[in-house]
């Protein structure tokens, strides 16, 4: 059987070091997706690394006008190769690759899919993953964090967890329950959008490993 296993990064370098030990285990590219939310253009330059002059300006305004999801699947290079920008449903612009952002903005599953209880949110029940931690990995990535979302077969399962979990990987139990000690109860695709301030504040103020605030 396969199934899905989700993490938050507070930091997306680890998030990105996740990735290259996935590969290197022999995950496939096409069972691997990130999302990190870019509002307040803090992964612009990943782009930009990848295309000529303005390019990235250009894909990053057409990403908070809903562009599609473009080569977001891996390419030879890796995954991350396959970076780019677009806007997500309820999340407004990220960078994104792999499965799980084609799936939230209904370019595989369809627009059903995406825009059930938000792109992220459909995106993830419908991977399996519960309604309640759903809303919480989406309010992470509202709230500045990079997602990363692996489809395993059982007999890689530990594996995987471990090699997430390694690379400072939260799980939506223990995140949820400080996002619910501040008062919040489920994510509102609604809300507004994090300023860079407020993301900065948010992803330096967990410890990244168990969810747990900074004493």
Known sequence: MTQTITRLFDNYADAEAAVAELERMGVPHRDISIVA??????????????????????????????????????????????????????????VAAGWLASTAVGALAGAAVGGAGGGLIGALTHAGVSKEDAHVYSEGVRRGATLLSVKVDD?????????????????????????????????????????SEEAERERTRYTGDRGEPRV
Do not use: M
């Open 37 to 94: 939310n870019n509002t307040d253009h803090a992964h612009d330059h990943r782009i930009a690394a990848r295309k000529p002059d303005d390019a990235a300006g250009e894909a990053a305004e057409d990403a908070g006008k809903g562009a599609g999801i473009g080569g977001l699947v891996g390419a030879g290079g890796g995954l991350l190769a396959g970076l780019g920008l677009l806007a997500i449903p309820g999340l407004g612009p990220v």
């Open 155 to 195: 007999n890689k399962e530990v594996e995987v967890r471990r090699t997430l979990d390694g690379f400072n990987g939260v799980e939506a139990a223990g995140r949820g329950v400080a996002y619910r000690e501040d008062g919040w109860s489920q994510y509102d695709e609604s809300a507004p959008a994090y300023s």
